[in-house]
């Protein structure tokens, strides 16, 4: 299962994640399971096994960023945050996690997309305009085979 | 309590919280929180971009100005926009005015526009615009202290 579906989205065909044969189970009794499967991680596992989980990482990681440069007005400053260097640090496994971040929500997350990929898909008129830029990145997202 | 109500109540919290000054002083909450601009480009009334001089070039920033995290291109920056240098923030009627706050190494960190009404408007980051009533208000830990103030007459005066 790709990293994009498990937290953010919820996906009602997503079935297959029941470890039992799943004829006859109801969207709801997936979901019920998949909960289920979450509480289990969250309550048995040390908190420091948890960060081994790159979409638990990711999430820990910008939940402080997001509140601990919130007034924040210069994106550099933005992006020299510990917590995003360290999003950054995670390297490609970030990749999928920040393009679904920023189908949900929009972000600077321009900065750790250039430093992981090298690559950078905005156009020169674009610069700034978040909107634009944000949907630049999620077209390149599908082309690379990161977001469907 | 609605979804919206209890975002609105969150924010002022957050506000509060990185602006202390601001719960004794009386502000309010002028927009929802959005990425898409900065205080920067909200003095300047744009919306639609975030303004920076970045050296990944990542943003928007006026061609004609240097990319430099200086004060100088910050004015110059504005002066493009028609704006000039001022000695105080005193309302004037019929001038706008920009304030440009520095940190403790002269380094720019955040503007506030001057309101019809004497009191300034401020983008916080990437929290809402606020209006406040004066420029010490948002000073501090945050955004450190007043640098220059800028202004240019109005366009709707006749």
């Known amino acids: 299962m790709k990293y994009e579906n498990l937290y953010f989205e919820r996906p009602e065909d997503d079935i297959d994640i029941l470890d039992f044969n799943n004829t006859g189970v109801s969207n ?33 990681l910008k939940a402080q960023w997001e509140v601990e440069t919130a007034v924040l007005s210069s994106a550099t400053e933005i992006a020299m945050h510990p917590a995003y260097q360290q999003i950054i640090g995670m390297g490609h496994v970030a990749i999928p996690l920040i393009l679904s971040e920023m189908k949900r929500k929009q972000g600077h997350w321009f900065w750790a997309l250039k430093s992981i990929t090298g690559e950078d898909p905005v156009l020169l008129k674009q610069r700034g305009r978040i909107k634009e830029m944000t949907e630049a990145w999620i077209r390149w997202g599908k082309e690379q085979g990161y977001l469907v | 309590m609605g979804k919206r109500a209890r975002v609105s109540c969150m924010s002022k919290q957050d506000s509060e919280k990185f602006f202390p000054i601001l719960s004794n002083s009386g502000y309010s909450i002028t927009s ?28 928007y920033w006026p061609p004609e100005v240097s990319r430099k ?39 720019p960190t955040h503007a506030a526009r001057q309101l019809n009404s004497g009191t300034w408007t401020s983008k916080l980051g990437r929290l809402e615009d606020i209006e406040h009533a004066t420029l010490d208000d948002i000073s501090g830990f945050h955004y450190g202290s ?3 103030i800028l ?8």
């Open chain 1, 28 to 60: 709801e009794s997936s979901v019920i399971y998949r909960d289920y499967k979450s509480s289990i991680e969250h309550y048995l596992l040390p908190i420091s096994r948890q960060l081994e989980n790159p979409v638990i990482r990711f999430l820990t």
């Open chain 2, 32 to 59: 929802p929180a959005t990425p898409e601009y900065n205080c920067i480009a909200w003095a300047a009334s744009d919306t639609n971009t975030w303004w920076e001089p970045d050296p990944q070039n990542l943003y």
């Open chain 2, 69 to 107: 995290y200086t004060l100088d291109s910050y004015i110059k920056a504005y002066e493009i926009l028609g704006y000039t240098l001022c000695h105080d923030a005193n309302y004037k009627s019929g001038f706008e005015k920009i304030a440009i706050y520095v940190n403790a190494n002269g380094k």
């Open chain 2, 146 to 148: 007043i640098a220059v």
């Open chain 2, 151 to 158: 202004k240019k007459p109005k366009k709707d005066i006749f």
